[in-house]
């Protein structure tokens, strides 16, 4: 979800350690958890309130600043439109708390998660006019519900479409054909490829063949392939693994040569697979004396089709 991506690329605004909405984190990383966190407590919000513990801190040897409450107030009626206020902050699930300090001429205004007391928008700005600076912080706090609110759609979406993909992989048609790559002006028809079964659980996508072939000179060789990729970190992000290919001669039942490749799933759908898969090099075969195939230095590209479509 592009919009998903967009609210949650927060390490391109965060600053050392200070996070969108006035948050602190040690790294990135912890500004994104923070930011993630916050939002989806001010998006799972319903009620506010305006915290008694509200202040306005002055020289003691001046007088109290006139009006300060009633800017601060009208502030706060800003910070919790949309929300269910209340007059008690008992059973509120956020708060609003403003604190004016005269002296150093600093407004701050703070909204916190009720139940766990943590900060899900906080700031701080000069005071050139107490009213217009207690108002536009309400207003910040009420871009970042904005922000809260699209987040909440967003990963709601994300979510389902997550299901579905879920739901498409556990019922992957199990058995597959690899297609080959044939000579399209040949007039023989192009000889059907290996069978193989793949399947996904969890995070890793199985794939298994077996193929037996007839030596020059008599005898028999069995290859048998295992392959197990894991699921990238996101939807856009291929498969990688490894293949593990064992060579059986003739009846013997204990592998006499074992190569391991890597193995990329580039698309997973309904009607093929594709991906890129390291070739095995078969050259020392032919050697004398001959010894065990090794990875090659080159890749193939490789597609796969339900079984029952592979001849369309």
Known sequence: MIIL????AFSTAASGDVCLYGLYGASPEACRALQKEALERVASAKTICDSANSEVEWNKNSKEPVGAFTAMRGGARIAMKGFTPLYSCERADLVVKTVYDSASELVTLAVTDAESGDNVFRE???VSDLSSDVTRTATHFQSMRSDALVYKIAAAE?????AKQEAFLANLPKHWRYVR??????TAPCPEGSEAD????GDFLYETSTT???LNGG????RETECTVKRGAEETTPWTGDCT????WNSETTPTCTVKTNETITTISAAEITGISQKVDYAPLHQTPSTCPVPSSENQDFRLTPKDQAAK
């Open 245 to 248: 290919y064992r060579l059986f």
């Open 124 to 126: 701080e700005r000069s």
């Open 5 to 8: 991506a967009s609210v949650l």
């Open 198 to 201: 793949v399947w996904v659980s």
């Open 181 to 186: 790559k044939c000579d399209t002006t040949a």
């Open 212 to 214: 037996n072939n007839t």
């Open 158 to 162: 994300a979510e389902r479409a997550k």
């Open 219 to 222: 005898g028999s060789i069995r």
